[in-house]
């Protein structure tokens, strides 16, 4: 492979690590991510800087992290005068695609000053859209306040369908050299639905149970979302066929980068391509009696990323080392040849070359607000969504920052507003006994806050890459005269 090789992006959305077959489910059919497994690097211990969709991807596509320039909601994007790494992979020589159209990273004009082409070669069918959206069950009802909607007759050509094909006829028609190409998903984000054509692959009742409503030592969001929702009334055969509706969403989405896969064999591609897959957050899916997702949501199920990397001139096997996704950026830069941008991802593309070696030993996750905040948090939905951007508004204590640090043995979870939360990895990997308080860890506890003051000491921000004349206009005039 040259210095520079091609680079394939392919994100899906709300993808738990451990609904994919290659990171142990022994139940999802995800056969094509598997192979990819197979032939690349699977990255055990890959987390996300934030559990919602565009704090995320912003984190992981400048190398920040969502605190150090703000970029803690969904409605504070990527600016034109902040830098990001599709932006720098156009300046340095990268031909840059972005396939689709998701609105949820680049604050107005942003994809088009950071890309040379996006959008679809045919746009999603809104009747399609709309049948995917559009619940069948009464608002209030369980299964409405659960996101579920179930199988779906025929095909749908929306978001997703449109954005692979999109991508497919670029690489068969032949991207010039250097390429990015960023194949960004909403599957299997809900609601939960899909075609019955890949519901039907999958029988409810061998889903695995999810770990009961824990609310004890658990912060407050917990109980109150389970409360409003009502999610009480789902029973385990409930949470068997939202989950067998997801795996048959992400089955699809195996489909998918399937088709893209072969597009990439059949330009000519693929031995000067290096191939990603990655998420950039999980979904409760019933765990601890919740679904969807938290801003202050720091859990395992939310962070844990299924980050997989192919090089052609790499190895294979399964990298234990901890990676954060800010260091997507910098590894992004090293392979591309590009100087490093002033951020705090640390390239990992020895462990491409070598999965067995060190990288970090910890990994930092964040979320939530200041109560202040209250007025900038989410507004407008009238759905299911409805519950969720109330408990915000009403209660954004319940919301508050957190911050969550991670290693092999322990997660540490320091909250603003609510108390501490200590979980023994090794002997409870689900996260469900907080054993903070207690005087046995106390020793342990100072240790773990210390290191996440460090980290905060050493990230809080970023001094802006330009310089502005300490008197206006204005001012000079003041002095001087006009």
């Known amino acids: 492979m040259t210095d520079r090789p091609n680079i394939l992006l392919f994100m899906p959305d709300q993808l738990r690590a451990d609904c994919v077959g290659a990171f142990g489910n022994p139940v999802v059919q995800t056969p094509n991510v598997d192979a990819l497994a197979g032939r690349g690097v699977r990255f055990e211990n890959a987390y996300s800087q934030h559990s919602v969709c565009a704090q995320s991807r912003i984190s992981m596509f400048t190398g920040w ?7 803690r909601t969904l409605e504070h994007l990527l600016s034109a005068d902040e830098p990001n790494l599709f932006a720098r992979l156009r300046t340095g020589g990268y031909h840059v695609a972005i396939a689709g159209a998701r609105g949820d990273m680049f604050a107005p004009g942003v994809t088009r000053s950071s890309s040379d082409r996006f959008g679809f070669v045919v746009p999603p069918s809104l009747d399609d859209l709309g049948r995917w959206h559009a619940s069948p069950f009464e608002a209030g009802s369980k299964w409405y306040n659960a996101f579920y909607n179930g199988p779906i007759e025929g095909e749908l050509f929306e978001f997703d369908a449109a954005t692979v094909r999109t991508a497919c006829e670029w690489l068969v028609e032949g991207l010039p050299e250097p390429w990015c190409l960023f194949v960004a998903l909403v599957f299997p984000h809900p609601p939960f639905a899909v075609e019955r054509k890949w519901y039907d692959l999958y029988d409810g009742g061998e889903m695995p149970s999810p770990v009961p409503p824990t609310f004890d030592g ?7 979302i389970h409360r409003r929702y009502g999610l009480e009334r789902m029973s385990i055969d409930d949470w068997a066929e939202i989950t067998r509706t997801y795996y048959a969403m992400v089955t699809r989405v195996d489909d998918q980068l399937g088709q893209v896969l072969q597009a990439l064999d059949r330009s000519g591609q693929s031995p000067r391509t290096v191939t990603w897959f990655f998420t950039d957050h999980g979904e409760y899916l019933g765990d601890y009696g919740l679904v969807e997702k938290w801003p202050s949501g720091v859990d395992d199920v939310l962070v844990h990323n299924p980050m997989i990397v192919s090089d052609p001139s790499g190895a294979s096997g399964v990298a234990n080392a901890f990676v954060e996704l800010v260091d997507l950026t910098a590894t992004l830069e090293d392979l591309a040849g590009l100087e ?6 640390r390239s990992f593309r020895t462990l491409l070359a070598d999965p067995n070696g060190a990288h970090r030993d910890e990994a930092f996750t964040e979320g939530g607000f200041l109560v202040q905040e209250e007025p900038w948090l ?4 009238d759905g299911a969504y ?3 951007q109330e408990i915000q508004h009403q209660r954004p204590e319940l919301v508050g920052r957190a911050i969550a640090l991670r290693t092999h043995d322990w997660c540490y979870v320091e909250r603003l507003y609510e108390g501490a939360e200590l979980y023994d990895r090794r002997r409870d990997p689900r996260e469900t006994t907080n054993l903070a308080g207690r005087p046995e860890h106390a020793a342990l506890e100072r240790e ?9 000491f050493e990230t809080s921000d970023i001094v802006p890459p330009r310089r502005d004349p300490r008197f206006d206009d204005d001012l000079r005039n003041a002095i001087f005269g006009s």
Not at 218 to 224: A, D, I, L, V
Not at 448 to 456: M, Q, S
């Open 378 to 381: 989410e507004t407008g939905d």
């Open 65 to 71: 992290y969502p605190h150090v320039a703000g970029h």
């Open 448 to 456: 773990l806050r210390d290191r996440i003051f460090r980290w905060l």
């Open 218 to 224: 658990k912060p407050g969001f917990y109980r109150e």
């Open 386 to 388: 409805r519950h969720k």
């Open 340 to 345: 490093p941008s002033l951020h705090f991802g």
